[in-house]
């Protein structure tokens, strides 16, 4: 549970209500301030073991961090690419934030924040690398193609778009049980309440991922992500997803 007691603690539960009960995008501007106090931010490690993977597939010139947030994926930008690392969320507040953890200064690579829907993004063919994290569940099944299509588009022939993917939980374990019960607790509440606070942790499954990446243009490959970890059959708890526009 999350209790404020002063200007490092993260949100309290009214504040964590009051943005459930907000649209997507002001729930987001509610939170920002807090947000990397939360545990919604991707934790070091998981961005630490992506960087060292994807460093093996560039280099990299110019790369695109879909739905920023407060920035994170920027961070591993700056360390894998070159020129220029560019941010794109739809929440004023999270750029805001992310804007005063990254200030302008004159070191390469040159980083840029833009306010755009990721289902609808303002750019050319410009980038060699998309990622992101944590974001897809933002998303519902059925915008999932046309998102993958606007990042196609993104990139220059040859640009990658990349992810972790972490393998669903067990079945009757804990964790699928408390997954479950957030996604069966978000459908009853966007079924009663205006407007939608759209966030769901179990509809973005590898098979229809892979289907839909395939289906807007990349060719798709899965590296393991050995470093997060193994689960008791000794698959990894975690893959990189590779899409390459070709």
């Known amino acids: ?29 509610l939170l920002a301030p807090k947000f990397d106090r939360t545990p919604y931010r991707t934790p070091d490690h998981v961005l630490e073991a992506v960087t060292r993977a994807v460093r093996e597939l560039g280099p990299f010139d110019t790369g695109l961090d879909v739905c920023c947030g407060t920035g994170a994926g920027v961070g591993v930008l700056r360390q894998l690419c070159r020129e220029r690392a560019v941010g794109v969320d739809f929440s004023a507040g999270m750029l805001a934030e992310a804007r005063a953890a990254f200030p302008p200064g004159s070191e390469r690579p040159a980083v840029d924040w833009v306010r755009a829907d990721a289902r609808s993004l303002p750019f050319e063919p410009a980038f060699d690398l998309a990622l992101s994290f944590g974001a897809f569940g933002h998303f519902l099944p059925a915008e999932r193609f046309g998102l993958f299509v606007e990042v196609y588009g993104s990139l220059r022939p040859g640009g990658q778009f990349v992810f972790p993917l972490g393998a669903p939980p067990p079945v009757g374990s804990r964790a699928y049980w408390s997954l479950f019960g957030f996604d069966a607790a978000m459908r009853v509440r966007n079924a009663l309440w205006r407007p939608r606070f759209i966030m769901y942790y179990r509809t973005f499954r590898l098979g229809d991922v892979l289907e839909d990446l395939t289906q807007a243009g990349f060719v798709v490959r899965l590296l393991p992500l050995t470093e997060l970890g193994l689960r008791p059959d000794g698959s990894p708890r975690a893959r990189l997803v590779v899409a390459t526009r070709e």
């Open 1 to 29: 549970m999350f209790t404020f007691q002063g200007p490092e603690q993260g949100p309290t539960v009214r504040e964590l209500a009051v943005q459930a009960l907000s649209s997507t995008e002001r729930g987001y501007d």
